[in-house]
Structures are given as structure tokens and as C-alpha cells.
């Protein structure tokens, strides 16, 4: 797997959910479509097939994550794993708050960091880079669903910081195509 730098604005994100602990939603950029793209490393949609608690070389704690890809619409094939912040063992946990939580059997649509020098690889812009795929129980049609509760969204042209939804729902096709539409275009 490729290693890269977070950029500073992912750790001032980072850095802004671990001091904000309980006391109030992490501020993130907001971030459109075109953003999100750019600033992915590898765009995925998959099932979750385990999520594990684990600490890392330092003691910190972590979620392990493991994806089995169905589409890639850049990098990752097969079964990708990453890791993220926070998680629990025993009786030590972390929360970040902003952070997307995953559960096995969830299908999802990612948009994945490279992996950061300490092993890290999280969603671009938090809870903004993943989207969880629900089908319609008669018609087996697809919607994109996002959950954003837990941040503000920092507006980059107004300075303004507003909570994000609670949910955002998006029709499958004209999102993925325009996903698709992006990485031909090399956005």
C-alpha cells in the first residue's frame, strides 16, 4: 500500500475531533462531489465484511476495517483493509467525533485517504466520504445515504460553520455516474 502524508487540513480535522472530545461537533470543509473525488486516493464500492478494535504500535486505538470491493472506480480491488481512528477494547475507548462508524454487512461507497505514515486511511472529509447503499426491499433499486450529525460544515467560501444533516439520501445512478464522469476526467 502506498504511504502518503495526511494533509494539513485532514489533521487539523483530526486534531479538532480529539480535542473536541463530547463537547461539541468537529468542523470539517465541506466538500462537493468534484473535492471529495480529487482528494481520494481510491473510490470503492463494497461490503463490509468485519470491522475490529485494535491499538497500534504506540497504544493508540483504531477500527480495522475490512471491505470486499464489488466496483472500483479508483484503486482498490478485492478486499481492501484500513484502519481509522478511535474504536474500544475492553474497558478504553475513543470516539472522533465526525468519524463514519462501519458495520459488517453494510454496503457502502467509499472515498479512502492514502494510507497516512502511522497506518491510518480514512474517509476524505470524514463522515462526508462514505455513503452507505440501501436497496429498496420491492425494486432492489439503490440510494446512497450519507450521515453527516456530529460535524459543522465549514463552508470555504463564507467562513460559516452549520451543522451537517443528520441524513442526506442520493440517487445511486446519477451520483455513481458522475463519480465515474470524475475519475475519467482524472478529477
Known amino acids: 500500500m502506498r504511504r502518503a502524508s495526511f494533509s494539513p487540513l485532514l489533521l487539523a480535522s483530526l486534531a479538532a475531533a480529539l480535542l473536541a472530545g463530547g463537547a ?3 468542523v470539517v470543509v465541506r466538500l462537493d462531489l468534484p473535492a471529495l473525488a480529487s482528494r481520494s486516493e481510491a473510490i470503492l464500492e463494497g461490503r463490509c465484511l468485519s470491522t475490529r478494535s485494535v491499538l497500534d504500535g504506540a497504544g493508540n486505538l483504531a477500527t480495522e476495517i475490512r471491505v470486499e470491493v464489488s466496483r472500483a472506480f479508483k484503486g482498490g ?3 481492501v483493509e484500513f484502519r481509522i481512528p478511535g474504536g474500544a477494547i475492553g474497558d478504553r475507548g ?3 467525533p465526525g468519524m463514519p462508524g462501519f458495520s459488517a454487512g453494510e454496503e457502502v461507497l467509499l472515498f479512502l485517504t492514502a494510507e497516512s505514515p502511522t497506518g ?3 474517509p476524505v472529509g470524514l463522515g462526508q466520504g462514505k455513503f452507505r447503499v440501501e436497496r429498496d426491499r420491492a425494486t432492489g433499486a439503490k440510494t446512497l445515504v ?3 450529525g456530529g460535524v459543522r460544515l465549514l463552508d470555504p467560501a463564507t467562513g460559516e460553520a452549520v451543522p451537517g444533516p443528520d441524513e442526506e439520501r442520493f440517487e ?3 451520483l455513481t455516474a458522475l463519480v465515474e ?3 475519467r476526467e482524472g478529477r
Open 24 to 26: 461539541g461537533a468537529t
Open 77 to 79: 480491488a478485492g478486499v
Open 94 to 96: 475513543l470516539l472522533v
Open 120 to 122: 491510518l486511511r480514512v
Open 146 to 148: 450519507r450521515s453527516l
Open 172 to 174: 445511486y445512478g446519477a
Open 181 to 183: 464522469r470524475l475519475v
